[in-house]
């Protein structure tokens, strides 16, 4: 295995939760990343420097992302609450708990442009506005949600609830705009950049691509052409994760990797064509997260067999990260691309720099 000579990152900073990393997020203002750990804890690394925001609980949090703005963070999970910090020049104060009643709280996710804040409780969907301090709306759905996600110009909104992905245009909430039926359960969500098309992770171990862009167009009713969705299937074992490279070229085919067993699976649509896919096959351990640095081709892959491979153009292996004696278990990068942080199985916090 050839890897490149020159590093492409280099550790930078370290940090230690007492239980296993369960989320990270970055923010998009500065320096500050949020961390939450299996046993509740909540800290942050601001500038490299830890900022502990909640002691640990013995319940897990499980979701952590912050507000488009970077004014505001939330942290949810096994405790069936959300809470929400807000960030006075990067302080931390935390100003309120919404309680869910006994429902696990793992997906929340911050409108991109309004300080609203979706989350998940059972069959239900409330989007809250953080700065009225009241709930927006609650979306009712026959089956218990399991992933939800705005579009990355806010203008939709999806959840997945069983074998169905059910999309809204915002603000409009009396009824979804589009549902995909899907012949599993679509247990993960995934927007590509520019919004054109909507992943879905399924039951089955096969992937859906919805071509958003023209089923936006071309919808003139709740119900639209069933021959837009594409079904990838195939897949060895469960999807874990989905990632969409962030390349700023529009001449360039999207490209998706997929998450599972030791594999990433790679595809990439070719226009007039299908698609046409690749693996990346160096990982020991079951690969648990993948993310690209945005606005290039360069792929993290994060496994449980204590390895980050960092693959240029999703294609050639060029560095190996360690770090997690136990293996790891999550991974983001900066929204600017210059760090790359990582979790591990024994509360490890790791964050490399851009050389």
């Known amino acids: 295995m050839a890897l490149s000579r020159k590093p492409l990152v280099e550790l930078s900073a370290q940090h230690a939760l007492a239980d296993y990393v369960t989320a990270l997020a970055w923010s998009p203002v500065g320096n500050t990343l949020a961390i939450a750990s299996g046993g509740g804890e909540v800290s942050l690394l601001q500038n490299f420097?830890?900022?502990?925001?909640?002691?640990?609980s013995g319940l897990s949090i499980d979701a952590l992302d912050f507000s488009g703005d970077g004014q505001w963070?939330?942290?949810?999970?096994?405790?069936?609450?959300?809470?929400?910090?807000?960030?006075?020049?990067?302080?931390p104060h935390e100003i309120d708990s919404l309680e869910c009643g006994s429902a696990w709280v793992d997906r929340l996710q911050w409108h991109p442009q309004e300080n609203w804040l979706a989350f998940n409780r059972g069959k239900t969907v409330q989007i809250w506005d953080?700065?009225?301090a009241e709930i927006l709306t609650s979306l009712v759905l026959p089956a218990h949600v399991q992933d939800l996600g705005w579009?990355?110009?806010?203008?939709?909104?999806?959840?997945?609830?069983?074998q169905q992905v059910y999309i809204w245009a915002v603000p409009q909430w009396q009824k979804p705009r589009y549902q995909w039926e899907?012949?599993?359960?679509?247990?993960?969500l995934q927007w590509s950049p520019e919004g054109a098309y909507l992943a879905s992770a399924n039951q089955d171990n096969s992937v859906g691509v919805l071509t958003w862009a023209q089923v936006h167009c071309l919808q003139q009713t709740p119900v639209a052409p069933t021959d837009l969705p594409t079904l990838l299937q195939g897949f060895p074992g469960k999807v874990r994760q989905l990632a969409w490279a962030d390349i700023p070229d529009a001449d360039k085919s999207p490209i998706l990797a997929a998450a599972t067993r030791e594999l990433v699976v790679m595809?990439?649509?070719?226009?007039?064509?299908?698609?046409?896919?690749?693996?990346?096959?160096?990982?020991s351990g079951?690969?648990?997260?993948?993310a690209f640095q945005p606005k290039t081709g360069l792929l993290a892959s994060l496994s449980e067999d204590g390895w980050i491979i960092l693959w240029q153009a999703a294609v050639n292996a060029a560095q190996i990260l360690e770090g997690a004696q136990e293996g790891f278990s999550a991974l983001a990068w900066h929204p600017g691309?210059?760090?790359?942080?990582?979790?591990?199985?024994?509360g490890e916090v790791l964050v490399w720099s851009a050389v």
């Open 73 to 91: 963070l939330a942290a949810a999970g096994q405790a069936g609450n959300v809470t929400l910090w807000q960030m006075h020049n990067e302080l």
């Open 267 to 283: 595809g990439v649509l070719v226009p007039g064509e299908d698609w046409e896919s690749w693996l990346l096959d160096l990982h």
């Open 130 to 132: 953080a700065d009225r």
């Open 49 to 56: 420097l830890a900022v502990p925001l909640q002691p640990g």
């Open 286 to 290: 079951t690969v648990l997260d993948v």
């Open 182 to 188: 899907l012949l599993s359960a679509s247990r993960r």
């Open 151 to 162: 579009s990355p110009n806010g203008d939709h909104f999806a959840v997945s609830a069983q």
């Open 337 to 346: 691309g210059q760090h790359l942080a990582a979790g591990g199985q024994q």
